[in-house]
């Protein structure tokens, strides 16, 4: 994984592409899903890094999206 990792931000690199790459930590699979907890070993809803999911796809959007008013 980290390969590819490297590899993806090469590519986005040489492209001259403006992007961002968040990386939670420590939470398993399916994170933001709490119906999801702990049905299978590596899944499992993880309250704070759902909320910071969602807050930072609310400010891309609130940036890259024009406002409907």
Not at 4 to 32: D, I, K, N, P
């Amino acid at each position: 994984m980290p390969e590819q990792r490297r590899a993806f931000e090469a590519e986005m690199h040489a492209a001259g592409v403006a992007w961002q790459m968040h990386l939670y930590g420590g939470v398993g699979h399916s994170f933001t899903d709490p119906s999801h907890d702990g049905l299978r070993p590596g899944i499992r809803y993880d309250r704070r890094s759902d909320e910071r999911s969602w807050k930072a796809m609310i400010d891309l959007f609130e940036e890259v999206l024009p406002a409907s008013r």
